[in-house]
């Protein structure tokens, strides 16, 4: 059970990238920073969050890479540019974790839990029990729960997705909002 005032500095916020953070491209990628389109309140929520967790982590699919839609580098542009941003609005994210792999079957594709055991390597301090994933899909949550995670899911993609559910332990309809509900 998922108790928002018990986090504090000891815990870890996982967060999915296209939906949460920015405007997600239906049936196709951000290739560039042009195209990165901030969520109304993402910037204000970041900064809240940045306060409150010790680690802040991105863990996201980017399938637009091996589909050869765009490369490396323009990924790393993209995040450049949303590090840059998120900075200058006193927010932070720690590291980035991504996957462009085709397979659905790729132990770091999420619902897979490869990108959280990554992260768990790199952070030894990381106890998925003080942590949290916030994504917009219900692969998200999966992957949550494939590495006992709470899991929070952001309804600004799919609103039709049913609460309570199984692998859903908290609703918003924004990152902002989120943050705003475990403000100190």
């Given at each position: 059970m998922l108790d928002l005032k018990n986090i504090n500095n000891s815990w870890t916020?996982?967060?999915?990238?296209?939906?949460?953070?920015?405007?997600?491209?239906k049936d196709h990628y951000v290739l560039n920073p042009s195209e990165f389109i901030f969520l109304d309140g993402v910037e204000e929520a970041l900064k809240i969050l940045s306060g409150i967790f010790k680690l802040i982590l991105i863990v996201s699919n980017q399938r637009g890479v091996a589909k050869k839609l765009m490369t490396l580098e323009d990924?790393?542009?993209?995040?450049?540019?949303?590090?840059?941003?998120?900075?200058n609005y006193n927010g932070r994210i720690d590291k980035i974790y991504f996957c462009t792999d085709l397979d659905n079957a790729s132990p770091?594709?999420?619902?897979?839990?490869?990108?959280?055991?990554?992260a768990q390597r790199d952070f030894p301090q990381i106890d998925f029990q003080k942590s949290i994933m916030v994504?917009?899909?219900?692969?998200d949550m999966q992957f949550a729960k494939n590495v006992n995670m709470h899991a929070v899911f952001i309804a600004s993609t799919n609103p039709?997705?049913?609460?309570?559910?199984?692998?859903?332990?908290?609703?918003?309809?924004?990152?902002?909002e989120f943050a705003q509900s475990i403000q100190h």
């Open positions: 916020l996982f967060l999915d990238r296209d939906g949460v953070i920015n405007v997600e491209k990924l790393h542009n993209v995040h450049t540019y949303m590090i840059e941003e998120i900075t770091n594709r999420k619902p897979n839990p490869g990108m959280a055991l990554q994504g917009n899909k219900l692969s039709e997705t049913s609460f309570p559910h199984k692998l859903i332990d908290a609703r918003f309809n924004s990152l902002l």
